[in-house]
């Protein structure tokens, strides 16, 4: 049955080019929210010299059919291999875009698995997935992969901070279908959403939710090991004291922005994975 006939058999409103829609709309919310410690804003460019809003716009224009390609790749039932490549050619679209300026690396391969999963979700069911299927169908399909790329020797910065310190990267969370994502992140963003939260303060909280449990590759390689654990216990002591929610609490977040960009902190793979939290509320069904 060709790919597209399977499409509409399946579930007609959830097509790749809807999931696609999401995670471009998703990387939207990450960008939008402030304040994000150390990170690019539509107002201020966080901890970054060679970057601003304009240039995560340029990025995201040129990946805009990307998310959608590899989620069809995935309904297609496609090897690693396939999925991998698209992400190198979305890589290569991005540094086109942004004069060589590193902005979605991570999202491209975080985010691009998930629209794979999804698209590969869809050919089994005939129902929006559930967060579950996503894992589900990560394990199953590219697992092994996944997990034979991780053991590869990184040349990226990332990479390089991670195995240094012993922290788990990026390709060993997503060998493991993404732990803080699933368990952290979503049921994060979810829960102060369902405490009545606004969408931007439940992105805030659950931002600071990631931050106090992902070994943050990023993080590793501007402030080492050490910058790390200090954003790791900011966050936690942030959400400790009640978050955004509390009286005072956006104020605080600003504070905590300052500190962060005083000590050219930016936390990277948080972002990425507030990004895919926010896309899998979109996809799964979420508020």
């Given at each position: 049955m060709?790919?597209?006939?399977?499409?509409?058999?399946?579930?007609?409103?959830l097509?790749?080019?809807a999931?696609?829609?999401?995670a471009t709309l998703?990387?939207h919310?990450?960008?939008s929210?402030t304040?994000?410690?150390?990170?690019?804003?539509?107002?201020?460019?966080g901890s970054?010299?060679d970057?601003?809003?304009?240039?995560?716009m340029?990025?995201?224009?040129?990946?805009?059919?990307?998310?959608?390609?590899?989620?069809?790749?995935?309904l297609a039932?496609?090897?690693?291999?396939?999925?991998e490549?698209?992400?190198?050619?979305a890589?290569?679209?991005?540094?086109?875009?942004t004069?060589?300026i590193?902005?979605?690396?991570?999202?491209?391969?975080m985010?691009?698995l998930?629209?794979a999963a999804?698209?590969?979700a869809?050919?089994?069911?005939?129902?929006?997935?559930?967060?579950a299927?996503?894992?589900?169908?990560?394990r199953?399909?590219?697992?092994?992969a996944l997990?034979?790329?991780?053991?590869?020797?990184?040349?990226?910065?990332?990479?390089?901070?991670a195995?240094?310190h012993g922290?788990r990267?990026?390709?060993?969370e997503a060998?493991l279908a993404?732990?803080?994502?699933?368990d952290?992140?979503?049921?994060a963003?979810?829960?102060?959403?369902?405490?009545?939260?606004t969408?931007?303060q439940a992105?805030?909280?659950a931002l600071?939710?990631?931050?106090?449990?992902?070994?943050d590759?990023n993080?590793?390689?501007?402030?080492?090991?050490?910058?790390?654990r200090?954003?790791q216990r900011?966050?936690q002591?942030?959400?400790?004291?009640g978050?955004?929610?509390r009286?005072?609490g956006?104020?605080?977040?600003?504070a905590?922005?300052?500190?962060?960009?005083?000590?050219r902190?930016?936390?990277?793979?948080?972002?990425d994975?507030?990004?895919?939290?926010?896309?899998?509320t979109?996809?799964?069904g979420g508020?």
């Open positions: 060709r790919t597209s006939a399977l499409r509409e058999q399946r579930h007609p409103a097509t790749p080019s999931i696609g829609r999401a998703a990387l919310d990450e960008l929210l304040p994000k410690p150390g990170l690019v804003t539509l107002i201020d460019r970054h010299d970057m601003d809003a304009h240039t995560f340029r990025s995201l224009f040129s990946l805009r059919h990307y998310f959608a390609q590899i989620a069809e790749a995935g039932d496609a090897e690693f291999d396939v999925l490549r698209s992400g190198i050619a890589e290569a679209r991005m540094l086109a875009a004069g060589g590193n902005t979605h690396r991570g999202a491209i391969f985010l691009g998930l629209c999804a698209g590969a869809l050919r089994e069911q005939d129902e929006a997935p559930r967060p299927d996503l894992q589900r169908a990560l199953r399909r590219w697992g092994d997990a034979l790329r991780s053991q590869r020797t990184s040349t990226l910065s990332g990479g390089i901070a195995r240094r922290l990267s990026a390709s060993e060998a993404f732990p803080v994502l699933f952290a992140a979503l049921p963003l979810s829960a102060a959403l369902a405490r009545g939260l969408p931007q992105r805030l909280d600071f939710h990631i931050m106090a449990v992902l070994e590759s993080l590793a390689h501007r402030g080492g090991l050490a910058g790390l200090f954003a900011t966050a002591a942030f959400l400790d004291r978050g955004v929610a009286p005072g956006l104020q605080e977040a600003h905590i922005a300052g500190e962060f960009v005083a000590r902190l930016s936390p990277g793979g948080a972002a994975t507030l990004a895919a939290a926010c896309w899998l979109r996809v799964c508020s």
